[in-house]
């Protein structure tokens, strides 16, 4: 396995477990609905899509579903797997695009998942001011996945094998281990920002309000939380 050279190519690999991807996936949207629930009239953003996984358990429960994303084979996953939804949309963002090629104020809730430790603090304070400006009135901005300063890869590996136990049997982990071990090379070589509550605020204190709320992922030492523009 040659090492990727940056985060989005290292989740372009297409080695990853789908089913498993998916399954989570659909496990976020509930857990995320009961904390910050959608209404049919809401227009979503998913922003860093990755392929699309959120679609299947959110197409139909709202009113229209935008996911950008930056790595061309993710696009192609989402792509495909949304062909068969009404009023979802992907949107291939270039190398250096990001949040300025999408229309202002209209999104009532924007979800960025699992994607700022992939970038710099700077880009994330510019990433996150500028989805600001594309939420609508009254709009939120879900930022989820945050991961702590401290955490270790073995403890959340803890919590993917209960997650495939209660959804696949501990034997599917297996494909998954497989995917993680090939792929440690290269996630050691690439940075990983991490956030306390306190540094989080500091970061986003001049454009949001912060809420936090339980991480809706399967990832229990993770942090998430809803912004508002203040
Ligand atoms: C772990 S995946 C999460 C995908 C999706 N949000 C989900 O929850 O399934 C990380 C995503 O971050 C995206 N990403 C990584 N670095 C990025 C960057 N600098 N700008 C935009 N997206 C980036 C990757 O392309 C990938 O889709």
């Known amino acids: 396995v040659s090492p990727a050279v ?5 989740w372009s690999d297409t080695g990853y477990d789908a089913a498993f991807w998916r399954r989570s996936l659909q496990d976020y949207a509930e857990r995320l609905h ?7 009239t809401d227009c ?19 009113a229209e579903l935008c996911l950008a994303e930056r790595s061309a084979v993710l696009c ?53 001011a500028r989805l600001g400006e594309r939420l609508a009135p009254d709009g939120r901005l879900v930022v989820s996945d945050l991961v702590p300063p ?33 792929k440690l090379p290269a996630r050691r070589k690439l940075p990983l920002t991490r956030y306390d509550r306190a540094g989080f605020e500091a970061l986003v204190q ?7 709320i339980d991480n809706p992922t399967i990832c229990r030492s993770r942090q998430a939380c809803v912004l508002r523009p203040r």
């Open 206 to 212: 001049d454009g949001f309000s912060v809420q936090w």
């Open 44 to 62: 979503v953003l998913d922003y860093g899509a990755g392929p699309g996984f959120l679609a299947p358990p959110l197409a139909g429960r709202v």
């Open 150 to 182: 401290g955490s270790s890869l073995l403890p959340e590996l803890r919590d993917v094998v209960g997650a495939y136990r209660r959804w696949f049997g501990v034997w599917a982990f297996l494909k998954h281990l497989a995917w993680e071990l090939g």
């Open 6 to 10: 940056d985060w989005v190519e290292y």
């Open 76 to 128: 192609d996953h989402a792509r495909e797997l949304t062909a068969g939804l009404e009023h979802v949309t992907v949107v291939r963002l270039a190398e250096h695009e990001g949040p300025e090629v999408l229309p202002h104020r209209a999104f009532d809730v924007v979800v960025v998942n699992s994607v700022l430790q992939y970038l710099t603090r700077e880009e994330a304070r510019e990433v996150l």
């Open 34 to 40: 009961e904390q910050v629930p959608f209404a049919e």
